[in-house]
């Protein structure tokens, strides 16, 4: 132990007497002899670490659930939306073919449709001009 990467001042730990690596009660590493590796050693007393891991596990599963309910949400809603582009496409070749129709005709027949608009205004405005000019009396 003599690197003093883990020492807090001249000759102490950073986390008191404890090892370097310890974590929380209950964990304690011993280093593995002519190794570089750590062997983690698990109090019996803090074994709610297993329920704490079982736990994860479930909160893991419910999230997973989740992103595959979201997963089928949005594929669904991307046909939907794919559908709903193509009958907005079709009926945008509907409206135009119409009106192209339209424009044809009025062309080959006439237009008198303004002229019939005019005279039904005139003759309007003439029968409620008479109309008030008869009940003044």
Known sequence: MASSSHRSGPGGYLYGDADPYRS??????RPVAGSDEIQLRIDPMNADMDDEITGLRNHVRQL???????HSEATFQKDFLDQLQMT??????????NMRRLNKNIVKHGSNHIVHVVL???????????WSKMFRR
């Open 24 to 29: 929380r009660d209950g964990l304690s590493t």
């Open 64 to 70: 997973r659930n989740v992103a595959q309910e979201i």
């Open 88 to 97: 907005l496409i079709k009926a945008q070749a509907g409206v135009k073919n």
């Open 120 to 130: 039904f205004a005139l003759l309007l405005f003439t029968v409620l001009y008479l």
